[in-house]
């Protein structure tokens, strides 16, 4: 298996422009997670599907982030009008259980 | 609010000494605390984890020391080797499963 594979690796942006972070989880595994990682925060959950389906959106910062599974192998976490505080490490993991998260490389966001 | 702290920003030890990194949390409801390692330009990967009906795990040359009482937990390396050089993250789960990480150590073994 490949891993959890995420795209872009890198994102420069304007500051009001629209961002779209992708995510295929390893296949067969439930849980996927979006996290982001910021020096002043560390790693925080952002939200998380179990069967394609939103369990925990509650650290989703504002409304102008949203996340969606429309299927098993694909999760975006959209970005709309991003801004420069945005600027971080997004990271996506998928999980059977609990020892089993696996992480992306993540996606490098800059917001200029 | 964080519920898992690692105060130590990072850390610098000599290769073939021992690393300890500490982690402590608030919530009472964790019970299964893991540590991953992450390199840079790469995602975390998973190091050892330990339950909270235990007190100690052993993986080679990691152990993980869980005190409950104090909400504390400790990762030890022994010997420290320079590729053990990263960023540890501390994290812990209740049955809500998500995982919730501490900020990270920096760890840096010199020759």
């Known amino acids: 298996d490949a891993g959890v594979i995420q795209s872009p690796r890198h994102e420069v942006t304007e500051m009001g422009q629209e961002v779209t972070l992708r995510c295929k989880p390893i296949?067969?595994?439930?849980?996927l997670f979006w996290y982001r990682q910021t020096m002043m925060r560390g790693l925080e959950l952002l939200i998380y599907?179990?069967?394609?389906?939103?369990?925990?959106d509650s650290g989703m910062p504002e409304d102008r982030f949203s996340a969606k599974m429309p299927n098993a192998s694909f999760s975006t976490l959209k970005i709309q009008p991003s801004e420069p505080r945005d600027s971080a490490v997004y990271f996506c993991a998928s999980s059977l259980d609990l020892s089993g998260y696996t992480f992306g490389s993540g996606t490098r966001l800059t917001v200029v | 609010d964080q519920q898992v702290k690692q105060n130590s920003p990072s850390l610098s030890v000599q290769e073939g000494r021992i690393s300890i990194l500490n982690c402590d949390y608030t919530?009472?409801?964790?019970?299964?605390f893991l540590w991953y390692k992450k390199y840079p330009a790469e995602g975390p990967t998973f190091l050892i984890s330990i339950s909270s009906i235990k007190d100690k795990n052993e993986d080679g040359r990691f152990t993980v020391f869980l005190n409950k009482s104090a909400k504390h937990l400790s990762l030890h390396i022994v010997p420290s080797q320079p590729g053990d050089s990263a960023v540890y993250f501390c994290a812990a789960a209740d049955s809500g499963y998500a995982l919730n990480f501490g900020k990270g150590t920096s760890l840096l073994v010199t020759p």
């Open positions: 919530n009472s409801m964790f019970d299964y």
């Open positions: 296949s067969g595994h439930d849980y």
């Open positions: 599907f179990n069967n394609n389906v939103p369990i925990d």
